[in-house]
């Protein structure tokens, strides 16, 4: 569940995001906090956890052609939200992400993509008018969902990002100085988005990229009830004929490697989040009803949620980590 922030963490982001010293950031707290993250981002939020646990510190501001925001926050989902009244690309580097730290991923607000960080996470996100971007939706809903791959080019992105961030939040600049800057960001992000479309289309027949994309996916969207292998063989736009004979010599199935992932994540949530219920923990898991939970649960581990989490607790075993 969401925990407050503390000071000592705020102060330590500060500090490491290049803040320290000046303006302190904007705290947003509750449903109320989480609807301005909405306001700000375009994109539905909600907590893992009850919303009015859910905590965030961030700096944000509204330049010529972006807008940038730096943030630590709770753990966190967002989606594509059907009332936001602006349409555009969301560009995230993020600390702490499923697919590992500095990681870019590029995302339009219109969906579908579902997000769920697992911890308190300090993230980067630039907010560009699609119009500004000069790379086709297609291009980024077919990349979407899962960082983009590692390659020379997206770390030079990462930094470049983390660095315009820094250099626009942490001064008290004119944001029409910064026209030639916001315009070179968008262009560098644009030629690392089709250098990574390039390298995916040249890769979508490979097995060994198929299982690869496959388990970043799984990672990044097991916790969503309605993801399942025909979700991945559309996001890898294969049929599902041709998606599953990448995996024909596989010893389990794809719908068994999301099953599997579920159980990890349950079973770190029973023993992290010792108040709170089955029915939570198997929703958070990614389960659409706690009665499958259960049973899939006992028959993987041997004894049901309730006895593993008071087994844990007998051995004093207060951290797992799953």
Not at 120 to 137: H, M, Q, Y
Request: glycine fraction near 8%.
């Amino acid at each position: 569940m969401s925990q407050p922030l503390s000071s000592g963490d705020i102060e330590s982001w500060r500090s490491s995001s290049g803040f320290a010293g000046g303006q302190p950031p904007a705290r947003l707290r509750g449903e109320e906090g989480l609807d301005v993250g909405r306001q700000i981002t375009g994109m539905r939020c909600t907590a893992v956890g009850p919303d009015d646990q859910w905590d965030a510190a961030l700096y944000h501001r509204s330049l010529s052609l972006v807008e940038v925001t730096r943030s630590l926050a709770a753990p966190t989902v967002l989606m594509p939200d059907a009332d936001a009244d602006r349409d555009g690309i969301l560009v995230w580097v993020t600390a702490d992400w499923p697919d590992g730290p500095d990681r870019l991923t590029v995302v339009t607000t219109s969906g579908p993509h579902r997000f769920v960080t697992d911890c308190v996470t300090d993230a980067v996100i630039l907010r560009i008018p699609a119009e500004s971007f000069g790379v086709g939706r297609g291009v980024i809903a077919s990349l979407s969902g899962a960082a983009l791959a590692r390659s020379h080019l997206a770390t030079a992105a990462v930094c470049a990002v983390r660095g315009f961030a820094a250099s626009v939040l942490g001064t008290d600049v004119d944001s029409f100085s910064t026209l030639a800057a916001e315009s070179a960001m968008i262009d560098l992000l644009v030629v690392t988005v089709a250098e990574a479309n390039a390298r995916r289309t040249e890769s979508s027949s490979n097995t060994e990229y198929v299982r690869r994309r496959t388990a970043e996916l799984i990672e990044l969207h097991h916790r969503d009830p309605e993801f399942s292998p025909t979700t991945l063989a559309e996001r890898m736009h294969l049929s599902r004929r041709q998606f599953y004979r990448h995996f024909e010599a596989c010893d389990h199935s794809v719908a068994e490697m999301i099953a599997d992932r579920r159980l990890r994540a349950a079973r770190g949530l029973l023993v992290s989040n010792p108040s709170a219920s089955v029915a939570w923990v198997a929703r958070a898991s990614g389960f659409g009803s706690v009665g499958p939970f259960r049973l899939r649960f006992r028959r993987e581990f041997g004894v049901g949620p309730t006895e593993f989490r008071d087994q844990m607790a007998e051995n004093n075993d207060g951290v797992y980590a799953g």
